[in-house]
């Protein structure tokens, strides 16, 4: 048995079995239609083992929308719904029910907020608010965490990549080894996060921009097998594409073989008046390799063709191979710049499946549910204090000093306006001892980072292109400190609480774990009319 | 900009650029219609980092088949490809290849020989082989390389959490943080793979399972806020879910809170006269919690309700919790195998991303090609012996001794007849000095692993369903050997080239590299007819 593609697999079904009984016992409390927040935020940064990024890249966000936009239960689906059952045999879900799902499952009643993709994003800061009736709110939160995590993940990936590259071309190669069809969510994070072009031909098409690549090994070994040898295989390559020639050379020996029978074709190919774009180094020893390719391709005669560099590449196997070759160049009589500007990197299953961090911690938390016309903070507590919640409606601030850097993300309490304020307090989120004071004057901008995204089962505004959501991604990597880009032990950005949250938290804290209130804060608690507990 | 769902990123176009120019490089040398085959094969089992697996579960090849029997160049792709350049500018692919591959760049023309899904596989073994016009083999690819891998990867990791989880039900929880909407076959591989359930309701739906889960905090957080407390969010999910009530009790406090309230709400299901299903611990220690917890349900009465164990479960960590309780139960005098007997597996994201080993390193390698219905072997070297090759049609063998247990696999040439000889020579592929030699009275069986399931463009027999997948998986598991299940440094299994397909490896490498040919070899070799390459 297959899932069928375009089945029920990818429409309102895409949900974890949970959401949908959590949404009937809301419908059957009478608690479906009440007003509740959830916060999308992840808790860590991606951590690929021996390095953690300092920052994150936000996507999925316009990939989620647009399911959101879409997904409405339809016969099919009632069908499957309707044959569910429960340990003793009756209907799991019942007509009722059904009805109401059918009729307002879909989530034309939630408001949704968001940070823009390709922004940068950090810890804890919730980037994405749902607000709305209390069952579909709960209803969208599987796609919403699948459609964010992964993108986010991905587009994180490449940006560190990208970094690692300093400036030079970078083509995603992954979809061989994604996962699964979500290669082509991979191969849309990947260009908004850092690659320029993607092989991946339907994405590609999709997303609107040209797809690259270059040849497999299977070419060369194919005319070799028909009596060709390499430099014939290359030849036919080269006559069919001769202005988009680019040769794979590690199929026999990547110097002895590789290179010298692509410069021959190369020399054929100017001769008739063409200009060869590069070779492909695939295995091996990538930094030795590229000095002595550059070396040959210089000596004769191609002192710019591209040298494409692929094989399990990342953003510390990109800098390694940039050091060597800055180390190790002269060593050789070359240049190690000459050599490191035409490089071009064919970067796979290491960037669309995070390879060393498969997937972003994400989560989607209530914060507030409203009850007669008045919003309740909801809080969870844990066992790990990090895992604490922050309770309550809330915005998010990003401060900058005045050489327009980010300086940290500043949650607060959706009625307060730091921006209006002279001193700003930030709070560390777990540690009374820890808190800064900053004069409004010592910043050039307080800004606030969510927008309304979607509103009456619709997207707000128009889909951005990719070259949009690049240039967002751009002026925030601008934005941001060195220290924090650094790819091994980068500086902690720092994200804190306004005072009135941080109190808001502690006083929730206490009244949950029955501990007696500390006095001086819990008077300046605000909209906190919470029942007792009935336990 | 998004990706549509269901558009051509899908199709047809869910491929990598370079197999669509490879194929119209052959298309233009004339060469698209000879027959080639492909081998698709991994080089190593998924490795964890500290713990590699010592073998693989084969998943995706319904998946894969469903996808050639369905992708069709159709009128927007081919829209999409005209609309391609090359670097002067030029249309990329000539309208009389695109004529083409409109009418022949389906795959009606190849044939397709797998080992069928569920089955123990293992490396460097042709799982499955692609034979056809070289075009088509070419553009076929990407997809089965996708399918394949990714679906392997998964039900590999499943199997191996399966084992840990010695029996216990598992349910696969992973979708929110799952690479997209590749969840929905991550789903798929880990029902085959050792996964009983799944809380993926589209995709369980569509494979005929029913999806399982439980509730989320959120639940208890709204009824909370509501001033309802935690006992009050548990009786209005008893009420509603009667004889399906599983609770989560880590919102507040497990022992102090959770469990009583549990309980309480038990009691009230029992004097109704309903079956209580059991709780869900998702944080803290969980060997601790289950122990504490199975006492206090048994004290109350409740010796056989579940316990749900989840939060980044995978196999070592849930044989880290076995082993723990099992040593530590009695320290609270309670029996360690009552508690451990109420225990269900929850694995979320390690399972459906393989946390540490993101992809699986597999690859589709030409191995040989007609001329003159002479079919030429094909080899490629590589500075790394492991990576070259194993050249020719070939076949595979799985031998079982007496006890019915597999000793190793045979890769041998298509024209061999392994199970009519005497005597076995099993080669090692890289080392002369390594081989063994069999005699076939040791051997109970010497059984052919592949059989043909795709021609014609049509799947050759009916999609079998999960649970027959399944079987075939635990029969194939209790035909391995227990050293090559072990979780961590397991006993490595043989696999071995038979000895005319290592002749033939040889005589190619050594003719490829241009050494001098070791007489006594060369003649003995068969089909090798090789013109010199023009070099």
Not at 78 to 87: A, H, P, Q
Not at 137 to 151: C, G, P, S, V
Not at 207 to 223: R, Y
Not at 288 to 317: T, W
Request: hydrophobic share 40%; glycine share 8%; proline share 4%.
């Amino acid at each position: 048995m297959t899932l069928r593609r375009h089945g029920v697999s990818e429409g309102i079904l895409f949900t974890d079995l949970y959401q949908l009984t959590m949404a009937q016992a809301y419908f059957r409390a009478g608690a479906h239609m009440k007003n509740a927040r959830f916060d999308y935020f992840f808790r860590k940064n991606p951590d690929y083992g021996m390095h953690q990024s300092g920052y994150s890249i936000f996507a999925g966000l316009e990939s989620f929308l647009e399911w959101a936009e879409t997904a409405r239960l339809n016969r099919t689906e009632v069908e499957f719904l309707k044959r569910l059952k429960t340990t003793t045999g009756r209907a799991l879900f019942t007509p009722d029910f059904i009805r109401w799902f059918s009729k307002h499952g879909a989530f034309d009643g939630v408001r949704i907020s968001a940070v823009p993709e390709g922004r940068v994003v950090h810890p804890n800061v919730p980037i994405a608010i749902v607000e709305g009736p209390l069952a579909q709110a709960q209803l969208i939160e599987t796609a919403l965490l699948n459609k964010l995590n992964y993108q986010t993940l991905v587009a994180t990936r490449a940006s560190r990549i990208r970094e690692a590259a300093q400036g030079r071309m970078m083509i995603e190669f992954g979809l061989r080894r994604a996962q699964g069809t979500g290669g082509n969510e991979g191969t849309r994070a990947a260009l908004i996060g850092g690659a320029d072009f993607s092989s991946n031909v339907g994405a590609s098409c999709e997303l609107g921009f040209p797809p690259k690549g270059t040849h497999a090994h299977s070419l060369v070994q194919a005319f070799m097998a028909l009596g060709y040898g390499e430099l014939g295989a290359f030849r036919m390559y080269a006559d069919v594409y001769p202005d988009d020639c680019l040769l794979l050379v590690d199929t026999i020996n990547t110097l002895e073989s590789g290179v010298p029978n692509a410069i021959k074709v190369f020399e054929e190919l100017k001769r008739k008046g063409h200009r060869p774009i590069g070779i492909r180094l695939d295995s091996g020893d990538l930094a030795y390799l590229s000095i002595h390719a550059h070396k040959m391709l210089s000596a004769a005669g191609f002192p710019d063709v591209s040298i494409v560099l692929s094989n399990q590449l990342d953003e510390i196997v990109i800098s390694q191979i940039l050091l060597r070759i800055s180390e190790e160049a002269s060593v050789f009589g070359v240049d190690p710049d000459a050599v490191a500007r035409r490089l071009t990197f064919g970067v796979g299953a290491r960037l669309l499946t995070s390879e060393g961090c498969s997937a972003l911690d994400g989560v989607y938390k209530l914060s507030a549910i409203e009850q007669e016309k008045d919003w309740r903070p909801s809080i969870k507590l844990s066992e790990s204090p990090a895992k604490t919640l922050n309770p309550g409606r809330k915005k998010v601030w990003r401060l900058y000093d005045r050489r327009q850097k980010a300086v940290g993300d500043l949650i607060a309490l959706e009625d307060e306006h730091p921006e209006n304020e002279t001193r700003l307090v930030m709070r560390h989120p777990l540690r009374v001892d820890v808190f800064r004071r900053l004069n409004r004057s010592e910043l050039s901008e307080v800004e606030p980072l969510l927008t309304r995204v979607y509103g009456n089962g619709k997207r707000l505004r128009q889909t951005p292109p990719i070259a949009e959501i690049r240039r967002i991604r751009d002026y925030d990597l601008a934005r941001l400190d060195l220290g924090v880009k650094r790819l091994i032990n980068p500086h902690i950005y720092h994200v804190s609480l306004s005072e009135a949250l941080w109190e808001l938290k502690q006083s929730l804290i206490e009244a949950e774990k029955g501990s007696p209130a500390k006095g001086p804060k819990v008077h300046r608690l605000r909209k906190l009319k919470r029942k007792k507990s009935k336990k």
